[in-house]
């Protein structure tokens, strides 16, 4: 079986100006970066077309290290809505270095459902992650600057400060750390650390931007601490968002690239959903849906983060409203919260299946909240037994959810015609069906529990002594109004990765809550979610390589 990017290198990859042009974008238009990537001016952007365009969310079950597909499903969709006569984009995140080198090795798709370059952009692609990265630690430096000095001091005590610098790589030696020693011209010494790139608060910021002007007004209001008298002091107190914009002036505009069938794809921004609000700009959303009739994208993880997050932030902030969910399950993710080992996911077992298929049925009911039925894809692996694919067809009709055996990973856009008319379908019968969980004016805790007890299916929400200081200072502040994005383990529908399947009756442990007043949002963090994540025994890097013609290996 050949791997991900041998059949990317045997791909003939047309110019980036071809697709464009597939599109309605003059050459003139792009901002090209070579021959196969161009960046799109935010002057494309129609907002009266944005409206007419449909808009299908790609979310999926709780992730396993058996994988799901959530990308490849993503845009072998995209390729085969434009099988069926659909002028379809698809938008995507940008990958963070982190995973690439770490545990995933990619996320560009896979087979014959990937976007192109895939090293490119697996890589350092056209800059953006490296520009939020710059703009986020020039902050940090006019921080500490400001801490320093003499003339223009603003009083900040360190002991507020909860602004880290960030990398784009997992380093979990960096997390905590002291700066400033070495004496009194080093700086003042304070304990601080590193967050990967991103869980950034400007890449989180970014990716809810409407334009330069909203990004620096944004990046303005980001909340960096405490005066030693109490007041506090924002970004814009620094006069940093000017600075931190002008280095983002490249990385507002969506990138450009392609499908291995030739489709157009746009891809921008990486919030992790774990963290952050896991979704694509929207300015990227609202590029695809002013230039194609469908816009396919997905939220990272499962439908109670990411989906949460592009529902309850991304859309009320953006005006987007969801026309159709497409929810990916695999025969081997179902059986592993069935209780399989990793080991024995490839051999038959239909009884832990049956019991694995509880957890599907809890995220089919999350997307119900929100007004839209899903539409089931079940990313087909070659051991899927027939009687395996009977059950979940068996128990779609349960639910009364459409389902489709997809094969996109091995055919294509062949592999995803069916799922892409019942999607079309699903629209047809719903095309303006989506509302969001909670209003914006609730109270923080109202907004967490609504989270809580009906995405994650807890009984109930504690409160550290902690969390809730942090919710006073931030209602006192006058941000109670702001969403909220809950950081927690993606590998449970409870805060406790150990729990597979679906959890009852437990109880989410918020530990403190973090404002994000650039954003837009306040962080609950539940558990021991930690935002700068660590390196596996035996990572990714260890197996990419590269020769002397310049082709690269290893990524998958």
Request: net charge neutral.
């Amino acid at each position: 079986m050949k791997s991900d990017i041998e059949i990317a290198h045997e791909i003939k990859i047309k110019p980036i100006v071809q697709i464009a042009k597939s599109i309605g974008i003059e050459e003139d238009d792009l901002q090209l970066y070579g021959k196969y990537k161009a960046k799109l001016p935010l002057k494309l952007i129609n907002e009266e077309n944005a409206k007419k365009g449909k808009l299908i969310l790609v979310t999926a079950i709780t992730p396993t290290p058996a994988g799901e597909g959530k990308t490849t499903t993503s845009i072998g969709l995209t390729q085969g809505l434009n099988r069926i006569g659909k002028k379809t984009t698809v938008v995507l995140r940008e990958p963070s270095l982190g995973p690439v080198f770490g545990i995933k090795g990619g996320a560009t798709g896979g087979g014959y459902s990937q976007v192109l370059p895939m090293e490119d952009i697996n890589l350092h692609f056209t800059g953006d992650i490296s520009a939020v990265e710059k703009a986020h630690n020039l902050l940090s430096a006019l921080i500490d600057n400001n801490i320093q000095s003499t003339k223009h001091n603003l009083g900040l005590d360190p002991r507020t400060i909860r602004w880290k610098r960030v990398m784009d790589m997992n380093e979990r030696s960096l997390r905590d750390i002291i700066i400033g020693l070495g004496g009194s011209k080093q700086g003042i010494p304070r304990e601080t650390g590193f967050d990967i790139t991103a869980a950034s608060e400007v890449m989180a910021t970014l990716c809810l931007a409407k334009n330069i002007e909203d990004l620096k007004q944004k990046l303005g209001n980001i909340f960096i601490g405490f005066t030693f008298d109490g007041k506090p002091i924002y970004a814009r107190d620094l006069k940093a968002q000017g600075a931190m914009a002008a280095l983002m002036k490249d990385a507002i505009m969506p990138n450009l690239v392609q499908t291995i069938e030739g489709n157009p794809a746009i891809i921008h921004g990486g919030p992790f959903a774990n963290i952050a609000q896991g979704t694509n700009s929207i300015i990227a959303t609202k590029m695809g849906l002013s230039l194609s009739d469908y816009v396919v994208t997905e939220a990272g993880f499962a439908s109670e983060l990411g989906a949460e997050k592009f529902f309850n932030i991304k859309s009320q902030y953006g005006g987007l409203s969801t026309n159709a969910v497409v929810l990916v399950a695999t025969i081997r993710a179902l059986k592993y919260h069935g209780g399989v080992k990793l080991k024995d996911l490839n051999i038959e077992n239909t009884e832990a299946l049956k019991s694995g298929l509880e957890n599907l049925e809890k995220h089919v009911e999350n997307i119900r909240y929100y007004g839209i039925s899903p539409v089931i894809a079940i990313n087909k692996f070659s051991t899927d037994t027939t009687a395996e694919i009977e059950i979940i067809k068996q128990k779609a009709a349960e639910l009364n959810v459409k389902v489709s055996l997809v094969e996109s990973w091995e055919k294509g856009g062949e592999g995803a015609e069916e799922l892409a008319q019942m999607v079309v379908d699903s629209i047809s019968n719903c095309s303006a069906c989506f509302k969001p969980l909670y209003d914006f004016k609730w109270t923080i805790e109202e907004k967490i529990n609504e989270i809580a007890t009906k995405m994650y299916g807890a009984s109930h929400v504690e409160y550290s002594v902690q969390a809730k200081v942090d919710i006073a200072k931030i209602n006192d502040l006058g941000f109670g109004e702001l969403p909220v994005c809950v950081a927690k383990t993606q590998k449970s529908l409870s805060d406790d990765q150990y729990r597979k399947g679906r959890p009852k009756g437990f109880t989410v442990k918020i530990r403190e809550v973090q404002l994000a007043s650039g954003a837009g949002f306040v962080i609950p963090i539940a558990g021991t979610i930690m935002r700068m994540p660590g390196l596996p025994e035996e990572p990714s890097a260890e197996v990419i390589d590269i020769d002397n013609d310049g082709v690269i290996s290893g990524l998958f």
